[in-house]
Nanobody, 121 residues
């Protein structure tokens, strides 16, 4: 089994910053893409940012220039640096990873438990 454990959420004022972390552990052979999604109350889960194993990145238009995704392959960890936070960034943030548990197996999507980010004065 593979576990993803997120940390770093919390309450921050508009204009503030937070850094989310997500560490993968367990029966990991290889991790391909990793990413962050978010879900606000009454809305669908949406992609915030993603990063490949070769560090190519992709961002939602709403966070470009404010959020930065990075990863440490040696630690099986992905980060999301969030700056200039806005109230509309308030959501539960979920970590995602495409993980292969052995050579030749198809990667499977794993999810973290979610961490709450609240932007409010």
């Amino acid at each position: 089994q593979v576990q993803l454990v997120e940390s770093g959420g919390g309450l921050v004022q508009p204009g503030g910053s937070l850094r989310l972390s997500c560490a993968a552990s367990g029966s990991i052979f290889s991790i391909y893409a990793m990413g962050w999604y978010r879900q606000a109350p009454g809305k669908q889960r949406e992609l915030v940012a993603a990063i490949t194993s070769s560090h190519s990145t992709n961002y939602a238009d709403s966070v470009k220039g404010r959020f930065t995704i990075s990863r440490d392959n040696a630690k099986n960890t992905v980060y999301l640096q969030m700056n200039s936070l806005k109230p509309e960034d308030t959501a539960v943030y979920y970590c995602n990873a495409e993980v292969s548990i052995s050579w030749g197996t198809v990667p499977y999507d794993y999810w973290g438990q979610g961490t709450q980010v609240t932007v409010s004065s």
